[in-house]
């Protein structure tokens, strides 16, 4: 059986049983929970899952060796595995796992020996590193076998994606069955994002809000926005002028850049925007920082000193719910357009970007918000 065939023969099996553990000894089977639920980090379970599928696919292999680095006949490429099969398979069947590889983590890096339960790997929380050293160490010593834990750890996810769908199918429903009543006022859908962006790990959710605005109000703009690129893609990587970028319809020239800043606007954040629209082949009409912070006047006049050097390109600086309560009064007849819009790119953003957790959020806002509560 090749690493697919695996793979699928350990789905099945653990869709088979999952109501009920597949591992009798209780210690090793509440590492592998542990592992699998650690939402602050997400490696854990990949690599376990990776070294785990070296070991099956070639049983001469030591699971605690997935680095060539390592030599010898019983080391492997357990980042190769990572790429080559889990990744399909993971998004195949939507599991709760990060949608990169473990092995790219920095705790994970440029590693040159086995992970045996003495080494230190530095990362959050520690105790993840600890199990999963624990379980590796506990399938070569044979105290359990690599498919027994593989089919535990696909069963656990499996019951955590069933868990967070059915939470998240009722919600939706909950919202589709208020859908008649009167629609949140402006000034509601306000308080109802700045709720959100309060939460934890929000920095993508800016950049939703604004793309939004702009897709709820294309048609009476006549402007549309750009795909919006990964959220940890560099500007360099992507050849992108800004978080969102906005075209004329019919045109694919960026006519008004938006970049989003969790933090103070700088001096230094406008010589770095001045440098990206001197490179773009077209001229761009404003370059908007959107900040949930303080906005500092002196770099504000300092933006502003550019327009002529730059031949008309304004560059500002706009506070985030600001941008926002002016927009939902301006389009006020389209305000609930823009919530669909919003609600529908933070479902739709991989968990990386908008955790599960910021997900869920905002359903419940938006429920408790529509409901009056």
Do not use: W
Not at 144 to 153: G, L, P, Q, S
Not at 307 to 323: A, N, P
Not at 340 to 346: I, L, S, T
């Amino acid at each position: 059986m090749g690493a697919e065939q695996i793979l699928q023969h350990v789905y099945e099996k653990a869709s088979n049983t999952l109501k009920q553990t597949v591992i009798t000894d209780e210690t090793i089977r509440a590492r592998v929970d542990y592992i699998c639920r650690c939402s602050s980090n997400r490696a854990g379970v990949r690599l376990l899952m990776s070294c785990l599928l070296g070991n099956l696919d070639n049983p001469k292999v030591d699971p605690r060796k997935p680095y060539t680095e390592i030599g010898g006949n019983d080391s492997f490429s357990g980042r190769t595995y990572d790429e080559r099969y889990l990744t399909h398979f993971i998004n195949t069947y939507r599991l709760p796992c990060n949608p990169t590889t473990a092995f790219l983590t920095p705790g994970l890096r440029n590693i040159d020996r086995a992970l045996t339960t003495d080494i230190q790997i530095i990362g959050r929380p520690r105790e993840l590193y600890v199990e999963a050293l624990q379980v590796l160490d506990d399938v070569h010593r044979k105290r359990i076998n690599a498919e027994t834990v593989f089919v535990e750890t696909v069963r656990v996810l499996i019951n955590m994606r069933d868990e967070t769908l059915g939470r998240m199918t009722s919600l939706m429903d909950s919202l589709k069955r208020g859908a008649g009543a009167l629609p949140l006022s402006s000034e509601a859908i306000l308080n109802l994002l700045e709720q959100h962006i309060a939460c934890k790990n929000s920095s993508r959710l800016p950049v939703l809000m604004v793309s939004a605005a702009y897709r709820a109000a294309e048609a009476k703009l006549g402007e549309r926005p750009l795909p919006l690129h990964s959220h940890n893609a560099a500007d360099l990587q992507t050849g992108s002028i800004g978080d969102v970028e906005i075209c004329l319809i019919g045109d694919d020239n960026v006519v008004t850049a938006y970049e989003m800043k969790m933090k103070h606007v700088t001096i230094d954040d406008i010589d770095s925007a001045i440098t990206k629209i001197s490179h773009y082949h077209a001229r761009i009409n404003n370059y908007i920082f959107i900040t949930t912070e303080i906005i500092e006047r002196a770099v504000v006049e300092y933006a502003a000193k550019f327009y002529e050097e730059t031949g008309g390109t304004e560059i500002v600086i706009l506070d985030c719910l600001g941008f926002l309560k002016h927009f939902l009064h301006l389009f006020h007849r389209i305000r609930t357009d823009f919530l669909n819009a919003y609600q529908e790119m933070v479902m739709a953003e991989p968990d990386s970007a908008v955790s599960q957790a910021l997900k869920e959020a905002f359903l419940v806002l938006r429920q408790a918000a529509e409901s009056g509560e």
